[in-house]
C-alpha cells in the first residue's frame, strides 16, 4: 500500500515532533568545534511522499550541516558513473561493527575500508567522483546533493574551518588508505572535497526530499529531474541498510525495519521505497552519534505509517 491520505500523513508529523520532543537525552557532537554552538533545543521532524507531498514539524526548515549523510548521495552519484561493482570491489558493502572514524577497522580489514559510510569508505568514495581536479569534484558533488535536495545546497564555511582545522584523523585515515592503494587521487584533497561536502547545509525538509528522491527510483518528486537510475537508487538503499548508523545498524533495522543514514549535526535520513522519506534534525546524540530524538521520531512514524519493510500487516 502507499502513505495514509495527505491529512493523515500531516497530523503523524506534528504527533511524532511533540512524541519524541520531551526527550532530552544524548549529547551534542563537540569533536567538531563549531558543532558545539548549536542549540540542542532545535527539532525539526519532515516527510516527503514519492508524489511530491512535504510535511513538516518543528525546526523543519532550519538548516545544519549534512555531515555523514552526505556519504549516502555521494555513494549513488559514484556508482551512477562508474557502477556498482568497481565501487564494491574497492569500498565494499558489510559493516565494520566499529565507529565510524575507526583506524582499526582498516587495519583489520588489511586496508579495506569495508563500506561506503564510514569515514574511510566516504573519503575512497569522494576520490571515486569523476573529475579532473579537487575544485571539478567538489563542484559535481555540488550539483549532485543540490539535484536530490531539488534546490541548490550552500557551505556553512564556519563548520568548514572548523573541520578542516581538526580533522587530522579523517587525514591520517586518507594518507592511510593511500598506503593500501585504496586512493589514487590525491588524499588530503580528497579529505578536503570530504570536508566540503560534509559541511553543506540541509533543512530536515531538504533531507526528506533527498530521501524521498532514492524512494521514488532516483527521480526527485518535487522537481520532476532524474538524479540517479532505479538501480543505483536500489543499491544506495541496500548499503544504508547495513551500515546508515554505524555500529547500531543492526538495532537501527530490527528497531525501524528502514534503510537510514544519519550524521553528526543531528540530522537522520529515512527511505521507505516507493513511498517517500522521513527528514529528522536534533543535535543531540546517542554514544554512535546518532540524534536522539531523530531516532524516536523516526520510529514512530515508520510504525505509525506502516513503513516497517519486514512487518506483514
Ligand atoms: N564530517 C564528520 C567526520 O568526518 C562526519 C561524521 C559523521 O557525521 N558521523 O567526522
Redesign the pocket.
Known amino acids: 500500500g502507499s502513505l495514509p491520505g495527505w491529512d493523515e500523513v500531516d497530523r503523524l508529523v506534528i504527533e511524532a515532533h511533540a512524541y519524541a520532543k520531551a526527550s532530552t537525552d544524548g549529547e551534542i557532537a563537540t569533536?567538531?568545534p563549531r558543532l558545539a554552538a548549536v542549540d540542542p533545543e532545535l527539532f525539526g521532524v519532515s516527510v516527503a511522499e514519492v508524489d511530491g507531498a512535504v510535511h513538516t514539524a518543528g525546526d523543519a526548515e532550519v538548516a545544519f550541516s549534512i555531515?555523514?549523510?552526505s556519504k549516502a548521495f555521494v555513494y549513488a552519484l559514484v556508482i551512477e558513473r562508474l557502477g556498482h561493482e568497481a565501487v564494491r570491489e574497492r569500498v565494499g558493502v558489510n559493516n565494520t561493527g566499529l565507529p565510524?572514524?575507526s583506524v582499526v577497522a582498516i587495519e583489520l580489514n588489511n586496508g579495506h575500508p569495508m563500506n561506503p559510510m564510514v569515514?574511510a569508505g566516504a573519503i575512497a568514495t569522494t576520490a571515486l567522483v569523476p573529475a579532473a581536479s579537487a575544485e571539478e569534484r567538489w563542484a559535481a558533488i555540488q550539483d549532485g546533493l543540490s539535484a536530490f535536495a531539488g534546490r541548490r545546497l550552500e557551505l556553512d564555511g564556519e563548520v568548514y574551518t572548523s573541520?578542516a582545522d581538526t580533522?587530522q584523523r579523517?587525514r591520517a585515515i586518507g594518507t592511510l588508505l593511500q598506503a593500501y592503494g585504496r586512493i589514487d587521487a590525491d588524499p588530503l584533497a580528497a579529505v578536503d572535497v570530504?570536508?566540503r561536502q560534509?559541511s553543506l547545509l540541509v533543512t530536515a525538509a531538504d533531507l526528506a526530499v533527498m530521501g524521498a528522491t532514492l524512494a521514488d527510483g532516483g527521480v526527485n518528486p518535487v522537481t520532476g529531474q532524474r538524479v540517479v537510475s532505479a538501480s543505483v537508487a536500489r543499491d544506495t538503499l541496500a548499503v544504508l541498510a547495513s551500515t546508515g548508523l554505524?555500529e547500531r545498524s543492526g538495532e537501527w533495522l530490527f528497531e525501524i525495519g528502514l534503510p537510514g543514514k544519519?550524521?553528526?549535526?543531528g540530522g537522520i535520513v529515512t527511505v521507505s521505497p516507493g513511498k517517500g522519506a522521513i527528514g529528522v534534525f536534533s543535535p543531540r546524540l546517542d554514544p554512535a552519534?546518532n540524534s536522539v530524538r531523530g531516532q524516536l521520531a523516526t520510529r514512530f512514524l515508520s510504525q505509525a505509517l506502516g513503513l516497517d519493510v519486514f512487518a506483514s500487516d
Open positions: 569533536y567538531i555531515q555523514s549523510i565510524f572514524n569515514n573541520e580533522n579523517n570530504y570536508t560534509c554505524y544519519s550524521g553528526v549535526a552519534g
